[in-house]
């Protein structure tokens, strides 16, 4: 890769952590702080008509608690990525972007390096599935999650995540990875969140700036 490609490379935090870790509400709340965009794949594929091929692919695999195929997320991520960024709601030079929901397993992680440099992966961890299942059950009545609503598809969404999603932290494993602890009140994960941002180069380099 030359050295063009790496410094246009986005600068990104993952949240990674199991179906109800919390991953969704901390990327939006990290979203509405200046210099952070957040992008949920889960919503990107929400957001899609269900009378599209894609569409009809996101619900026939979601509603098994299984991952869509891994050429056409990231295909789509990148177009939805390359629309934030042509309608300069996302700005890859001053922001930083935070990624939940993908990468899901190695296999994107590997597709996506030549897009993304992962200066931090918030690993948001609760192994108390009990907890993680009750939270998945309420947001299915809140939020109308179909593929939250049945204890089967519940406990496939469980074993996807250790069996696919969990080895990521191996991939990036490192100085780069920061285990949160997911059963702390929001706010106290968030705090553990940004106390791990300010740590890094990228971030002080930032503040001089003062966008
Ligand atoms: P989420 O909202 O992140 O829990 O995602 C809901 C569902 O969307 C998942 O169970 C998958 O079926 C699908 N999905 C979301 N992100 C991805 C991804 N990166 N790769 C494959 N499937 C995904």
Redesign the pocket.
């Known amino acids: 890769m030359s050295n063009d490609k790496k410094t246009a490379r986005f600068r990104t935090f993952l949240i990674l952590g199991a179906?109800g870790s919390g991953?969704?509400t901390q990327g939006k709340v990290l979203g509405s702080i200046p210099r952070f965009h957040h992008l949920?794949?889960?919503?990107v594929?929400?957001s899609l008509d269900t009378r599209t091929t894609l569409g009809q692919k996101?619900v026939e695999?979601?509603s098994r608690?299984?991952?869509?195929p891994?050429d056409v997320?990231v295909q789509l991520w990148r177009a939805n990525i390359k629309q934030r960024v042509d309608s300069h709601n996302f700005k890859p030079e001053i922001d930083f972007l935070v990624l939940?929901?993908?990468?899901?397993n190695v296999e994107?992680a590997k597709y996506m390096e030549e897009d993304i440099e992962v200066l931090r992966v918030f690993h948001l961890s609760c192994p108390d599935r009990t907890e993680l299942a009750r939270r998945l059950r309420k947001r299915a009545l809140k939020d109308n999650r179909f593929?939250d609503a049945s204890e089967a598809v519940i406990q496939n969404?469980f074993a996807?995540y250790e069996a696919e999603t969990k080895p990521i932290l191996e991939h990036y494993a490192g100085d780069r990875i920061v285990n949160i602890d997911a059963s702390q009140p929001p706010a106290k994960v968030l705090y553990d969140i940004l106390g791990g941002v300010m740590t890094l180069d990228a971030w002080k380099e930032l503040e001089k700036l003062k966008v």
């Open positions: 179906p991953k969704g949920a794949c889960g919503d594929f929400r996101f695999y979601s608690g299984e991952l869509v891994d997320t939940d929901g993908i990468p899901r994107q593929d969404r996807t």
